[in-house]
């Protein structure tokens, strides 16, 4: 069984510049989220995509985005990168049976971008 | 607005110590309850899952409980070692999980 893979693992943006982060769920999973975690603090919620449909979204503006394809591999869109933005993002995954339940999420290693 | 809070915010004790991590909610609906360990600058891994209609879940050394009337959950490590030391996160899973900011664990040989 393969785990959450993700890429790339660390990534410098200058400020202004759009950037592409990539998550591998794990086998049998249909549910891709994605949170950032700032230093020091816990992780928070960007959006979830469950059956290629985003299926909740927390507190981010616009140009964050995301797809999930097919195979349920997802993908973090940022637009005009803010020096803000420097953070480790996370993606997790999980079996979701219908859109409100909640199943065992399984995290990635993350990915660190640094926006100068 | 859902509110995770985990006391303390860091701990340090020596090897072979029983100790207890808190996690606390601002309300009590109906939840799971999920534990995650970290290492620094990596991503999370899953510890323990409590269902919202269970009371514990325990895994080997770690026991966690979940007491919804109270929105508390506790994460229990008996007979702790040095490659316990890392950040312990609480989250609150309902279609997304709402972390607290963790505890940051520090195990002395």
């Known amino acids: 069984e393969t785990g959450v893979t993700q890429s790339p693992t660390h990534l410098i943006k200058t400020r202004g510049q759009q950037v592409t982060l990539r998550c591998s769920s794990q086998?049998?999973?249909?549910?891709v989220s994605w949170y950032q975690q700032a230093l020091g603090q816990g992780p928070q919620f960007i959006f979830q995509y469950y059956r290629e449909e985003e299926n909740g979204r927390g507190n981010f503006p616009p140009r964050f985005s995301g797809l999930q394809f097919p195979n349920y591999s997802s993908e973090l869109n940022v637009n005009a990168l803010e020096l803000d933005d420097s953070a480790l993002y996370l993606c997790?995954?999980?079996?979701?049976?219908?859109?409100?339940?909640?199943?065992?999420?399984?995290f990635g290693p993350g990915t660190r971008l640094t926006v100068l | 607005k859902q509110e995770v809070t985990q006391i303390p915010a860091a701990l340090s004790v020596p090897e072979g110590e029983n100790l207890v991590l808190n996690c606390s909610f601002t309300?009590?609906?109906?939840?799971?309850l999920q534990w995650f360990r970290q290492d620094p600058g990596k991503g999370l891994t899953s510890l323990l899952l409590?269902?919202?209609?269970?009371r514990e879940q325990t895994s080997g050394r770690l026991n966690a409980s979940l007491d919804k009337s109270s929105g508390r959950s506790t994460l229990y490590i008996a007979a702790s070692q040095p490659g316990d030391s890392a950040t312990y996160l609480c989250g609150r899973g309902y279609q997304k999980v709402t972390f607290g900011t963790g505890t940051k664990l520090q195990v002395i040989p």
């Open positions: 997790a995954s999980s079996l979701k049976l219908r859109t409100s339940s909640y199943n065992e999420q399984f």
């Open positions: 086998s049998g999973h249909n549910t």
């Open positions: 409590i269902q919202s209609s269970q």
């Open positions: 309300d009590s609906a109906i939840y799971n």
